[in-house]
């Protein structure tokens, strides 16, 4: 008997072990994809979560650019991943808010393949006109394109984008005619904008700010629910008469589905720390970035909301990817 009771201690003990060695998160290096190639917002955001991460949680935190079909190509590394919290995807706007609408068939779930850990932040879009366009609010841009039907071009970093999808919303609400540029990338549309190529873009304020500090590019509002932490004297979308025209960038973390909640818990609560440093509010602030942490559940909750809000603009505008 007393054989049997020590054989049987040892064997629990042993079990304890295991399991708390499973609920020791991490014990080895993290990979954290982001979906776009290096530099821009997704990147800016990706490397400083990984690198305040990787200082907190005693392993590193390797950031690995995979850029392609709209994030597509990054998202189903990770949803094909062991799902054990060491492969993550810096998720997106693009990757889980829009992507799933354009793309007929993806191998995976926006919803149901993530594990979505927590939202890290937003990033405002902005509204703004060549210099030369003689409006000053988003009134009287309105009410000129209604006045010149065929008169105005609206550029976007190409079809399906969120600047794309941004600005088919804001025709459908306002009821200003505007015709569609597709470009590949920001970069260059805010180049033809910038050249009086263009009339407008409605994007994320990094891709304008430059343009707009040397006075090529006028701003008209923030399509965001509270005023820019960068350009703060410009009036919010709701504030310039057209609720309802909100947009921008987020971006946040998911794993595979099935991640362990020991590390889902960790990885949440890092990302509440590191949002809350001052330090880290600061940079967010220099590409006019919000620390905007949401928990697991809510974080979820605010992807299938994207999702909604997004679907009858997508199918509205005829923007496909088969």
Known sequence: MLRTTMLLTAVLAGLSNIATAADIYPQRPIRLIVPVP???????TGRIVGIKMSESLGQNVVVENRGGAAG?????IVAQSAGDGYTLLLSSSTTHGIAPLLYKKLPYDALTSFTHIALINTVPAVMV????????SVKEFVALAKSKPQAFLFGSSGNGSPPHLLGELFKSVTGAPMTHVPYKGSGPAVV????????VMLDGLPSLLAQIKAGKLKPLAAASTKRSNVLPDLPTMAEAGYPGVEGGLWFGISGAAGTPAAAVE???KEVFRITALDEVKERFATVGAFASPLGPRDYTEFIRKDLAKWAPVVKSSGARVD
């Open 192 to 199: 033809e904008l910038a050249g009086g190529q263009l009339h």
């Open 72 to 76: 597509t190509i990054a998202s189903d």
């Open 266 to 268: 960790r990885l949440s």
């Open 129 to 136: 006109v060549h210099q030369a366009v003689p409006v000053n």
């Open 38 to 44: 290096p530099g821009g917002a997704a990147d800016f």
